[in-house]
């Protein structure tokens, strides 16, 4: 009878392989974790300060102790810190330009996508390259229009929210048509010959079928479109105007480091906390449909 004898710790073979890879998903996990790190800091900074009472950005990670005073300078001043004006304008020139930008880019797209006619390519090609030039290059151009169009319709001319939409509108065109279509690529053929087989029209395919299987790709241009009103300062500084009822948060809160309402980094860092709440509440509401897989099933064989 043979007994078995356990071997020593050093006789056991090791796997190089094993080992390696065990330290690549260490070596993988610990980058992540540092990139999330420095992805925080600079947010922890700004709501820390704006919880710090203070007027300054803090050199420490926490504050001494933690109020609302910063909040409530914003409301000090209403007649020139006109925070709830801001943030109405901002949402509604965000909300409004997007929804238009969703609504001209699905058309676009789905003409690039699903249809077939002459210079179709070259079209597509153009709207690439008119994305690869800066808005502010249009700064002059933008600025001389604005101006002759406020003496023929003054509500859509300078110093007016909705002539800020109409320039969104139409400057992302390009890019969104191109995401939108992306999208619409992926969507099976068999779909709207189907639709066509029953007598369906283009806009019938487009209304009833493409756009619910397409709901994901139009909340993140939506979104995108949203943060990227949220965020812009040149063009709303310039097309708004000084009057501070006019202004959007990025323009209001600028004259908070620029020495308008002199220059105090605290209640800047409070209205910035606040003005992240919509892009939170947006970003909430549309996760649902940031999903894959829709179209699974819908066509078998």
Not at 105 to 116: H, I, P, V
Not at 195 to 200: E, F, L, N, R, T
Not at 214 to 223: D, I, Q, T
């Amino acid at each position: 009878m043979t007994i078995y004898q356990p071997r020593a710790l050093e006789d056991i073979p090791t796997n190089p392989k094993a080992t390696s890879s065990r330290i690549a998903v260490v070596a993988r996990h610990a980058t992540v974790w540092v990139l999330i790190f420095v992805s925080l800091l600079p947010i922890w900074f700004i709501i820390a300060s704006a919880g710090s009472g203070q007027d300054a950005i803090l050199s420490s990670l926490t504050p001494d102790s933690w109020n609302w005073d910063n909040f409530r300078a914003l409301y000090d001043d209403p007649e020139n810190v006109r925070y709830n004006d801001w943030v109405i304008n901002t949402i509604k020139i965000g909300v409004v330009s997007s929804a238009v930008n969703v609504l001209i880019g699905g058309f676009g797209a789905y003409a690039f996508s699903r249809l077939r006619f002459k210079g179709r390519r070259a079209t597509l090609m153009t709207l690439l390259m008119i994305q690869v030039f800066p808005s502010f290059l249009a700064l002059s151009a933008i600025y001389y229009i604005l101006l002759r169009l406020t003496d023929y319709a003054p509500a859509i001319g300078l110093g007016t929210p909705w002539a800020l939409v109409l320039i969104y509108s139409g400057g992302a065109l390009g890019i969104n048509g191109w995401l939108i279509k992306g999208f619409f690529d992926t969507l099976p053929r068999e779909l709207d010959e189907s639709a066509m087989i029953d007598g369906a029209s283009h806009s019938q395919i487009f209304f009833r079928i493409i756009l619910p299987l397409a709901l994901p790709a139009l909340a993140v241009v939506f979104m995108l479109s949203f943060i990227g009103s949220l965020n812009d300062f040149i063009l709303a500084s310039i097309v708004l105007g000084t009057n501070p009822k006019n202004q959007t948060l990025a323009v209001g809160l600028y004259g908070f480091i620029t020495g308008d309402y002199d220059t105090r980094w605290g209640p800047f860092a409070a209205g910035s906390v606040l003005a992240s709440v919509p892009v939170v509440v947006i970003f909430m509401s549309l996760q649902k449909y940031i999903v894959s897989g829709l179209t699974a099933g819908s066509v078998k064989g």
